[in-house]
């Protein structure tokens, strides 16, 4: 599988995040917010790994042709991004505007598709 | 606009004007769009005209914005349905039991107002997750530890409220018993708090369960007859170490002097983590272990252990206990783990052994000897809310995996109450594995063992799919219903399911010309006698609605 090492290792350190204080990591001033609702809501099923379910079904589904791990993509419009956290995709549910606002969904979506060409 | 049953749309339209003024207007949604993120991402129902939805959500920050709305809406006599992070998968969700209510979501009241190292207790509000709870002690580096479920994102009250369990020592897994205190919003709108905090400047809210008089903490879960805005938990001292053991049977008849010796153990305190039986033999996994399953596939097991299983009877052929004799293989296996300081569950393991030693040929050996807290980068290797650590690794659970190419859309966990004796665990297999034959529900494997979230009784539990295609659903709602229907046959009931089959759990529960469902209801006229309150929540109905639904 493709596999950009050194996005594997940031998300690798973010991940630690859910069990450890904030560790200072380098992004882009404008991602930081969109970061924080990825790590947040997103990372516990999509960061690297089989342990994290998102993941494993990608890697799945994607047998290599690409990444299991959302982050490494290279085509995911921010528009994709929006309309599967507000209508949920196999046994991922929605997430109401009280859980993500918009705004945040907006900084997420920015986020998750940094590395993707805009149209 | 949706409107809600029984309301004018003038009204509808007036209690919507009133709620904005309380909450704001980002904080009231009526659109389609919105009102489609409060759909039960995991219905039995999806796509069908009987999907329980929301006709409106109204999102308070503070217990002083619940107590105006609930004033408003008995008012307008509009239908309220409360969730606290709606993440209740499985049994629910975020839609309402009636539908057509107004969903009062309490995600954004998310304040952890206290945790108390010293005397290891916390007070949270409805919207704080176990990851919330998780992240605030570590970021503040506190020597307590959570018990929560295994998904992390839930509610630690609203879990509580509808008694979940969770993993860790037998005092804290049980999430309602561990809880000290309550704040709850009566449907009047009145402010009521229970326990010592129902003294005014009570310096012992967390610290002293009932208080004075009866102790009324107990309605207010699985029920509507108030809104719970403040709970206390107790937390558990951060352990010292952690010591996992294995007890290995070799036969089929061990079962039940495997549960009398464990009850005993359990009982006496001397083994206080979660128990966690499995048949290496029948190839039923432990529970704690279920993510790896779901991961990695089923094991690897040899054809003529294959086939020898396939052919047994309620887990049992001599051919197979001769081939599990022969190969070495355990029969059954229970997962045994101590919490506390290294010299005293070492002792309290050598006292399990001695007392599983009247079994013949047990075999005893040690997992895991670990001192804590674990090193992070290590915790994915083991069931992380064994640890009090929250996760999202339970979703694999019908997740796309390489073994696994078609995902469910969900589940439904069909869940009764049995016995804690090794003939029940058969009965139950016995009972299930031929309704669900007849029945025609994908639930069985060849022999399933029961989970040991409770003290003193085993919880059978069995995941039903929920699909993307309608006729399907139905008969699998239908094989649910008869599920429960041939459980109350048998004296087993369940311990918690989905407002769509609330209705038909409860009618399980009997007992004398159905006495328990005639209090909740003389309780529900008496608190609630306009019946705003999430009607139809374990199958309590307000008096206007009570004929509709028999």
Known sequence: ?119 | MRVPPGVSPDDFSSSLTEFRRVVGDDWVFTSDEDLNLYRDAYSPFLNEPEERVASGAVAPASTEEVQQIVRIANRYRIPLYTISTGKNLGYGGSAPAYSGSVVLDLKRMNRILEVNEANAYALVEPGVSYFDLYRHIQERKLKVWIDCPDPGWGSVIGNAIDRGGGYTMANYRNHFDSHCGMEVVLPSGELLRTGMGAIPQSQTWQQYKSGCGPWVDGIFSQSNFGIVTKMGFWLMPQPEAYLRCAVSLQRYADLGPLVETLNYLENSRITQGFPDISSPLLGYGPIGQIQLFFERGPGKTSPEQQTLVSEAKLGFSPQLEAYALKSGTPYWEVLLSYYGPMEVIEAQWRATQRHFSRIHDAKFRIVDRVMLPLDPAKIESYHEPEFGVPSLRAFSIGARAPWNPTPSKGHMWFSPIIPRTGDAIIEANRVFGEAARQLDMPLFRTFTLPACFWERSFIFILATPVTEDPATNRHYREGFKKLIEIGGQHGWGEYRTAPVFQQAVMDVYSFNNHALRGFHETLKDAIDPNGILSAGRYAIWPKHLREKQS
């Not at chain 1, 493709?2 to 200072?24: D, F, N, T």
């Not at chain 1, 109401?96 to 993707?116: G, Q, V």
Request: overall charge positive.
């Open chain 1, 1 to 119: 599988m493709r596999c950009a090492r050194g996005l594997h290792k940031l998300a690798s350190v973010l991940i630690s995040m859910l069990a450890l204080p904030v560790i200072a990591d380098e992004v882009a001033p404008q991602h930081t917010a969109g970061r924080e609702v990825y790590l947040k809501w997103c990372a516990p099923c999509h960061a690297p790994g089989i342990t994290h379910p998102g993941t494993h079904a990608l890697m799945t589904k994607y047998q290599g042709v690409k990444s299991g791990v959302l982050l490494e993509w290279t085509d995911l419009p921010a528009g994709t991004i929006k309309y599967t956290v507000r209508h949920g995709i196999s046994v991922m549910p929605q997430f109401r505007k009280t859980e993500i606002s918009d705004a945040e969904l907006d900084a997420l979506a920015r986020y998750m598709s940094r590395n993707t060409p805009q149209p």
